[in-house]
């Protein structure tokens, strides 16, 4: 119990140290006119979004790093490890946070201001270096870690996967990061899925006594309400691949620190329809040789299309988001 109000007691400082230093942030984004470019091909109500300040994932990801860091220092440097947990486990959560939003915001940037203006990174690019960041962090993860390999519901001990984990792993941790970077979409709608997935993380963690990644957990829910602040329609401030790719990457980190990554595949299910929606959508149209099976694609457009309001898509996905986190942390306990 004590733990539980330690961790949510940190989702509360996250916040407010999120929310306050978010008005500075936006002036400067402002003044060096760092503002987002709609592609022509969505929804026409998207174009009053155009110049919206984007690459505001550093909004979150700076308190989170830092807020992490400082709570954890003493374990960091060696100096004490605890029977609950090492504290030096969060430094997997952190620089995968901390490498793949350098990589977002290298294709934010390259998006804005540079060669590519209006497309950002090159696909087979972004994607190379994805898959080098996670083939590094799954390697990490299990011969430096030695977190457990796999846990299945009604199983109640670890199944070893031995070397298969690492591609495993890193296939985890590339998908997530896309299926959170097609989330990112309308307003409010990656900050609220990625809040709600990482609390119910959090609360895994919490039960398996993995008490430094559950503060993790509970220091980036703090921290994306912060961000949601600005956010929530009409949003003042978008996160941009800066804040969605790490989001994505971390979740699964998180994911496979508690064992329980098959729970990705109910909490995490609005990055996982919207990811495979944009699947179907392309092998479709290649299939049938210019047909669309969805109006638009990822789904959230489609909706939109359909006639849903903005508001209507983000509030409806996120119950469903919400009664899967639900359901997800009760399967992890059968």
Not at 264 to 290: C, H, N, R
Request: charged letters at 15%; hydrophobic letters at 55%.
């Amino acid at each position: 119990m004590r733990q539980i109000a330690l961790s949510l007691s940190l989702a509360g400082l996250a916040f407010v140290m999120t929310a306050i230093w978010g008005g500075p942030l936006l002036r400067i984004l402002r003044h060096y006119k760092i503002g987002k470019i709609i592609r022509v091909e969505e929804p026409g109500h998207h174009g009053v979004k155009m110049g919206t300040p984007t690459m505001g994932g550093v909004l979150f990801i700076f308190p989170v790093l830092l807020f992490s860091g400082l709570l954890n220092a003493v374990a960091l440097i060696g100096v004490s490890i605890t029977a609950n947990g090492v504290g030096r486990s969060v430094l997997v959560p952190m620089a995968a946070m901390a490498g793949y939003a350098i990589l977002g915001a290298v294709d934010d940037w390259e998006g804005i201001r540079g060669k590519r203006k209006g497309d950002g990174m090159r696909a087979r690019t972004k994607f190379f270096f994805q898959v080098i960041l996670a083939l590094v962090i799954a390697y990490v993860l299990k011969y430096q870690m030695d977190v457990p390999d796999l846990y299945l519901p009604g199983l109640f001990f670890e199944i070893e996967l031995g070397w298969w984990y690492v591609p495993i792993a890193a296939f985890i941790i590339v998908a997530e990061s896309n299926a959170m970077n097609f989330t990112d979409g309308l307003d409010g709608l990656a900050g609220l899925i990625a809040a709600t997935a990482f609390a119910a993380f959090g609360g895994i963690a919490i039960m398996q006594d993995q008490v430094y990644v559950a503060r993790f957990c509970f220091i980036l829910v703090g921290a994306l309400f912060g961000f949601l602040w600005f956010n929530v329609h009409p949003a003042e401030l978008f996160m941009g691949d800066t804040g969605s790719l790490p989001l994505g990457a971390v979740l699964a980190v998180v994911a496979l620190m508690t064992g329980q990554w098959p729970m990705l595949l109910i909490i995490a299910v609005i990055p996982l329809a919207e990811m495979v929606s944009d699947v179907i959508q392309i092998v479709y149209f290649k299939w049938t040789k210019g047909k669309r099976f969805f109006k638009m694609a990822p789904i959230h457009l489609h909706f939109e299309l359909l006639g849903w309001s903005e508001t209507q898509v983000v509030q409806r996905f996120w119950l469903i988001g919400l009664m899967a986190a639900l359901i997800g942390i009760g399967l992890s306990q059968v």
